[in-house]
């Protein structure tokens, strides 16, 4: 499905409709679609109402994983069910603060959950990881039994990406800004993974430039751009 989307249309794997209403930055361009993550009950109530062309995402996120209760839980379960969304995520790992790795039983429940249920709805993950992509592979097993995973953001190595697809993980790669500021990783694996296995994001309205203030989803557009050339040297 990922790849049909982001040959068919301009396709954004990742971004944030809700912030981005808040910004009154959503606007899209033409023959535009895009997966976008809510993370609360209210994120949710928002998202829900976007256009379609907004694919519906809601995860229970790693950085916040110690404030979720048994109601966001419950809410996920029934989102998951209803076919409401046709992802869940973000879930997964941040050790990147050592705030954040304070937490890292809550991060393990609240992912755990999450596989769960992606395994036994059918339905794709999307992935966040910073400073813990070890935690990938100690789940290869359980991800091989998802339909698709897409890992958002994807900061490991082209040894890694290959590793992952090796394991039998229906896995996808997507990248944002960092094509376009010369992160030698990130141009390593847009360069060296497989064509159809390398996705285009804005992380809409994160995820900027320097000096920039936020990201604005039409420039999904350059990114594309920029990772065709890197990957076809047009």
Known sequence: MLEKLSKNFVFDAHFHYFCCKELEIDQFPDNWCGISCAHSVEEWEVQ????????QSFGLHPQNAENYNQADFDLLSQLASDRQIMAIGEAGFDYFTEDYKSHKKEQEEVWNFQLELAVKYGLPLIIHCRKANKK????????????EVLFHSFMGSPVEGHSLLNKGINAYFSFGKQVLNGNKKVIACVKELPAERVLAETDAPFQTLKGEEFTRPEEIVKIIEEINRLKYEV
């Open 48 to 55: 829900k109402l976007a256009p379609q062309s907004v694919l």
């Open 136 to 147: 990938l592979f100690e789940y290869s097993r359980q991800l091989s039994k998802v339909p």
